[in-house]
């Protein structure tokens, strides 16, 4: 498996990806521990493994794919629902899932406009030039995610910074293990303090109830937590460098009817999930061509499934893996597929929708402070985004 992402392709798949891509639908590769897995690459093959429960994403599985050599048992010491398979994921998703319902996250727009605004407003006041992942992509979703859950905000360079340990494929054995550590412990002693006093916040509603253990509502908060702020940062940061040289497709963002569409291509574009999604087989599966045998590993490629031309691809507009903000991208799977597809799918959309229009309508004249060849991509990262992103207007 090549590094989680290719610095001489900051916005695409790492180049390797793409080669397997265009060899075949299902490819052989290598694990970083030195094992073989099977790598899928085509849409067809990706939404097969993601959606068939012959299929398991239960990491603890004896030949699970680990791209972190050696991290099953700490896989194992805090298994989110992310990494297993039903009842069990079943049963803790269900928990949160009407935080996250579409008419949900509708009702919390105005609030969201709002997050931004104030955002905008302290990055923009008495200033020309800005760092748009510190002043803005980072505190966003960080602040909607806190209230969501109910995490004091001014917690957020604790949990930020523990965040990218967990996230980065350079750390050691240990300093995964403490990072993780570090982060249940804090969302277990918050839990417990609002087992004593519950507010209107996810935490206190899985705290307050009898059926789930101290380590399932640390271990649910864990996961939201990452990934609510983590992912839609990134996102946009990437999207808005992508952006800034496209005035063409930037005007696609002040059209109401429009916006939806065009967030969807840049989540099919981007995709920042560059390492891809592990399953490992439970019985033997026809992929293809391709006989899958029970016990081997696979990782689904979404961000070469995203770029596959024969699904996205459109002889009158541009190529599968150029961006277009007029394409239809709404088949894509940026946010997996199948039981496992992302919770917070909802409100990553609205939260891209508000900051990205916000972002373009008010500073109009927004362009890169630094040469586009000196902007600094997280290539250590298994979720796919940016250093810094220097802007003046």
């Not at 899932?97 to 709002?114: C, H, I, S």
């Not at 399932?216 to 040289?245: F, K, Q, R, Y």
């Not at 293809?288 to 596959?308: L, Y």
Request: aromatic share 6%; with cysteine.
């Amino acid at each position: 498996m090549p590094a989680p992402h290719s610095a001489g392709c900051p916005f695409g798949p790492p180049p390797a990806y793409t080669d397997a891509a265009a060899t075949a639908a299902v490819t052989r590769a290598d694990l970083p521990g030195g094992e073989s897995c099977w790598l899928a690459t085509g849409y067809a093959e990706v939404r097969t493994v993601l959606s068939d429960r012959r299929f398991s994403a239960d990491a603890r599985h004896p030949t699970f794919p680990l791209l972190v050599p050696g991290s099953r048992e700490i896989i194992a010491a805090n298994p989110s629902f992310l990494r297993l398979d039903d009842p069990e994921h079943a049963r803790l998703r269900r928990m949160v899932t009407g935080d996250f319902l579409v008419k949900r996250v509708e009702a919390m727009r105005p609030a969201v406009q709002r997050i931004v605004d104030e955002a905008l407003d302290g990055m923009t006041l008495g200033r020309t030039e800005a760092d748009l992942v510190a002043d803005f992509a980072l505190p966003v979703p960080s602040l909607v995610i806190c209230l969501l859950l109910g995490v004091p905000y001014e917690d957020r360079e604790f949990f930020q910074a523990v965040s990218r340990t967990l996230l980065s494929s350079d750390n050691t054995l240990e300093k995964l293990f403490e990072a993780q550590q570090e982060l249940l412990d804090y969302l277990s002693a918050l839990a417990a303090r609002k087992r004593e006093q519950p507010e209107d916040d996810i935490l206190s509603r899985l705290a307050v109830r009898d059926d789930l253990t101290a380590h399932d509502v640390a271990s649910t908060g864990l996961l939201l937590l990452i990934a609510g702020h983590e992912t839609t940062a990134n996102m946009i940061s990437l999207s808005t460098a992508l952006l800034l040289d496209r005035p063409d497709q930037v005007a696609r963002l002040a059209d109401p009817a429009a916006l939806p569409g065009a967030v969807e291509e840049l989540l099919r574009h981007l995709t920042i999930v560059h390492t891809g999604l592990p399953r490992v087989a439970l019985e033997d599966v026809q992929l293809g061509a391709t006989t899958i045998r029970a016990g081997e590993g696979v990782i689904a490629m979404i961000s070469t499934a995203n770029r596959d031309e024969a699904v996205f691809g459109d002889a009158d507009r541009r190529p599968a893996d150029e961006l277009d903000l007029d394409r239809d991208a709404r088949r894509h799977m940026a946010f997996g597929f199948g039981v496992h597809q992302c919770l917070g799918q909802p409100l990553a959309r609205a939260e891209l929708q508000i900051a990205l229009a916000t972002l373009f309508r008010r500073l109009p004249g927004l362009r890169l402070a630094v040469p586009r060849a000196e902007l600094a991509f997280r290539t250590e990262s298994f979720i796919h985004g940016m250093r810094s992103l220097p802007v003046t207007w």
